[in-house]
């Protein structure tokens, strides 16, 4: 299928449609944020906080190793707690921007600051019940003692790109109001404690556990080898668990055939549009994102496009990702997965377009979502590698030779004139 066969075939998808007129809905946060302060009042009592439903919980970065860590608890909206943990479930459900923000902003973050070591035997108390949250399968009834009122910040910043969250309360206290039912596989790991982290991440997701489930797990200290246990911020519990998978499935394809043909994948949402080529040759992968001015990344309406790119050859990265951080691993782990399923290696170059659309900090999530199901569904083919860059191009945002300049895939490319233009 040529690509401007494909173009018209992916912006007919009913998908597509979903996602369009999700994108399309219109929501007053502000409206919104006063209906939160309202159902907060409503629900606290006191200074506790009961009858609340927790699905997940968060660790702070700032002044690591004391860090804040908290229980997420949407306030006023327990019937719907499921809802508010971020999953792979907001993209089939086509969320938006808007819908992100009103789900982060409504959960209450009772927190307290903590020591992130020595947490292998931390059952009681505080840290028990966080704990307890995090490995249950399903949302934990939970009563927390609060001291003092809330902090109703809803700023949001850099460092909340993972996981955004809406009002602070310090805790003073958490119990548990019921049992919380914790997997079995997740119990294996919890009562090895000579499993070192990696190997109880690369175990649950062989499983069947998503990398939602298995971050919050580690971001809580519930995995690893018993004395190097430790709370893991959940920033780096996200880009830690997609890299680690990601290195395991790599492991896996290196010994595959290549795939014969080369293959454009394309998906977009939230204003992000991805484009995702597979070249036979042994494994490699790159990033390169495009980012508009007025985008969430790049502000500045005058600044214009901002380009960046991390890639690895076969024997993978053995630094830092630099200039792409969460959303390589996360773009990564979706190809691994499809190349995965399909036993085949590939050279995979995705391209990232962050149109001004993406006026929000929605997550990693949407980058690993995207590009998973960028591979759903028709692709287009072209005869080579480089007809598949040149043909993808005349979609960007930026010329050939742009991104030839900043691409490490694409730069050894013939080049014309007119790809300077």
Do not use: C
Request: hydrophobic share 35%; no cysteine.
């Amino acid at each position: 299928m040529r690509l401007d066969e494909y173009m018209d075939l992916a912006a007919e998808s009913e998908r597509a449609k979903r996602r369009r007129l999700a994108q399309e809905k219109s929501y007053d946060i502000l409206d919104h944020l006063e209906d939160f302060q309202h159902r907060f009042e409503e629900t606290v009592q006191g200074d506790s906080l009961f009858g609340s439903v927790s699905p997940s919980i968060f660790v702070g970065a700032s002044n690591y190793p004391n860090v804040s860590t908290g229980i997420l608890s949407p306030v006023g909206r327990e019937d719907d707690a499921a809802k508010y943990e971020t999953s792979a479930g907001w993209y089939e459900e086509g969320v938006s921007i808007e819908d992100v923000f009103r789900r982060r902003t409504s959960l209450l973050n009772s927190n307290r600051p903590t020591e992130v070591q020595n947490v292998n035997d931390a059952w009681d108390g505080f840290l028990g019940v966080q704990r307890e949250v995090a490995i249950a399968d399903r949302p934990v009834s939970v009563e927390i003692g609060l001291d003092g009122r809330p902090d109703v910040d809803f700023d949001v910043g850099r460092d909340d790109i993972a996981t955004p969250t809406g009002p602070r309360a310090r805790a003073r206290s958490a119990d548990l109001a019921e049992n919380p039912h914790v997997p079995r596989p997740v119990k294996k790991t919890l009562e090895d404690d000579d499993w070192n982290a990696q190997g109880a991440m690369n175990y649950l997701y062989r499983r069947g556990f998503d990398v939602y489930d298995i971050n919050t797990i580690l971001s809580a200290g519930a995995l690893g080898q018993g004395e190097n246990r430790r709370l893991v911020p959940t920033r780096w519990s996200i880009t830690a668990v997609d890299d680690t998978v990601g290195q395991f499935l790599r492991g896996g394809i290196r010994t595959n055939p290549s795939v014969d043909t080369v293959e454009i994948h394309r998906n977009e949402f939230l204003g992000n549009a991805f484009w995702v080529i597979l070249a036979p040759g042994d494994w490699e992968f790159e990033l390169v994102e495009m980012k508009a001015p007025g985008s969430v990344w790049n502000p500045d309406p005058e600044a214009g496009m901002w380009l960046a790119a991390d890639g690895e050859g076969f024997e993978g990265r053995t630094g830092y990702v630099e200039e792409t951080a969460g959303a390589y691993h996360a773009s990564r782990l979706g190809a691994l997965e499809y190349l995965d399923r399909r036993g085949r290696q590939a050279k995979v170059l995705v391209l990232r377009h962050v149109s001004d659309d993406y006026w929000g900090p929605a997550g990693v999530w949407q980058v690993r979502e995207s590009v998973r199901d960028a591979f759903e569904g028709e692709s287009a083919t072209a005869e080579t590698f480089a007809a598949a860059v040149r043909q993808v191009t005349e979609y960007l945002p930026v010329s050939a030779g742009d991104l030839r300049r900043k691409s490490t895939m694409a730069s050894g490319l013939q080049t014309s004139l007119g790809d300077y233009s």
